[in-house]
């Protein structure tokens, strides 16, 4: 079965830096797009990267962009979203998910509704002084 494992959340000091870790099983990795999404308390469910997990791609919302980064190891299978200069606002459970279809984590994280192939149970982050 496909299996996305999310890892290394926890707490952090505002301004302070995580690195999420999604590790795939049960896939091609090279044939699916992972982006990493996040829920806060009361919160819907927003889109913040995504890229192809065999090609040099990355995309960002606006508001992680120039603090997230997105990265790879596909020897691992597993994707990565480094986190730096967090705010108490990021916090929220950060939950990553994996589509073969081209575009359609794009498309989602850019505001239509849609379904998404395969997810992880996700990993609370908590910005906190």
């Known amino acids: 079965e496909v299996q996305l494992v999310e890892s290394g959340g926890g707490l952090v000091q505002p301004g302070g830096s995580l690195t999420l870790s999604c590790t795939a099983s049960?896939?091609?990795?090279?044939?699916?797009?992972i982006g990493w999404f996040r829920q806060a308390p009361g919160k819907k469910r927003e889109g913040l990267s995504y890229m192809g997990a065999g090609v040099p791609y990355a995309y960002y919302v606006d508001s992680v962009r120039g603090r997230f980064t997105i990265y790879s190891d596909r020897a691992k299978n597993t994707v990565y979203l480094q986190m730096n200069r967090l705010k108490p606002e990021d916090t929220a459970v950060y939950s990553c998910a994996a589509d073969s279809r081209p575009g359609q984590i794009a498309t989602i994280i850019g505001g239509t509704e849609g379904h998404l192939q395969h997810w992880g149970r996700g990993t609370l982050v908590t910005v906190s002084a």
């Open positions: 049960g896939l091609t990795f090279d044939d699916y797009t």
